[in-house]
């Protein structure tokens, strides 16, 4: 038992950890990316945590709609309708965020950020292969 509850928590320590240095990773390639001033980033970086927090939370639930196992027809339309709403959730999301961006850093930054997203999703991928 006590060997069990050891490696739990070795396991869990671990995979913060792993966390806690993908998301330094991201943190430079962003930084660097869009080439935050100082100023800019004291801002940038509160508006951006609580953005990838709610993005998160919509994709945990899209990926928990679809990934239902052994639902009827009618709940799994249930679920379709949900994730189409979900996915005008991640819209408005997205148009909120955008506003509230561009009152911190430039047009020409904000789609730095948006490439810088997209290469460290692609670097994470093929390091997950």
Partial sequence: MLTFSFSDSYGQRRNEEEIRKIQDAKIAIITNRINLTPEQSKDFWPIYNEFSEKKRSIHRSMR???GEKGASDDQAMNNLKEV????????????????RFLTVISAKQLVELYKAERTFNDMLLQRLK
Avoid: G, I, N, P
């Avoid at 991640?90 to 506003?99: G, I, R, S, T, V």
């Fill in 64 to 66: 928990q709609l679809v």
């Fill in 84 to 99: 189409q709403d979900l996915k005008q959730k991640q819209l408005e999301l997205d148009k909120e965020y955008q506003a």
